[in-house]
């Protein structure tokens, strides 16, 4: 189980402001990287709260961060695609 908080991009303030935490369950992500499918989801949830969805990021919970230092090559590509500024 693995835990995502989600933040929003404040421009203004250069941080990010915690907008929810999601708790996944599922242990099959159906082919896709943790980081890939919690930001989906995180999208799919919290797409309507912010004015620029490309403003949304998540944070896996330490136990995951501690037993993946090495990401998949999928995983980093994901996280620089949507980590960019647009």
Do not use: Q
């Not at 929810?20 to 989801?41: H, Q, T």
Request: a positive charge.
């Amino acid at each position: 189980m693995t835990d995502y908080k989600v933040f929003c991009k404040n421009y203004d303030l250069k941080r990010g402001d915690l907008i929810g935490i999601l708790k996944e369950r599922r242990k099959d992500l159906r082919g896709k990287g943790v980081l890939e499918a919690g930001l989906k989801w995180a999208i799919g949830v919290f797409g309507h709260m912010v004015k620029d969805k490309h403003a949304i990021f998540i944070v896996p919970d330490k136990s995951y961060l501690k037993n993946h230092i090495i990401m998949t090559m999928e995983e980093r590509c994901s996280l620089r695609k949507h980590s960019e500024v647009r």
